[in-house]
């Protein structure tokens, strides 16, 4: 469940800078400033883009490294519950197989060979 949660905040932290970034542009691009103090933002903003990125991009990383654990764990959990159904399931068939081996040599009670109503 915390897995989910720090999976989120991941996504939503990287929403934020996204937003953030094209908020900024944006808002630059609409607001009434002359050409040459709208280019000197644009540069700064542009400048900051590969922080930006970066910062986005480690965040994405350390995300899919919690979710590439957590589906390890996942697997690896539903690996040992598939083995032991498979040897539970083993264990019985040799049972009932022994049990019907047991049944098949013992002579058969109701034959005529062995019914003495039958001389």
Partial sequence: ??????????????????????????????????????????????????????????????????LSESALRNWEGTLGRLREALAAGIEASQRERQAIEQLESRPEEHSPAHDPRAM
């Fill in 1 to 66: 469940m915390s897995e989910n949660r720090s999976g989120s905040s991941g996504i939503f932290v990287g929403g934020i800078l996204l937003g953030a970034a094209i908020g900024a542009v944006s808002g630059l691009l609409l607001a009434p400033k002359s050409g040459r103090e709208t280019r000197q933002l644009l540069k700064k903003s542009a400048d900051a883009l590969p922080e930006l990125a970066e910062d986005l991009s480690t965040s994405v990383q350390i995300q899919a490294d919690r």
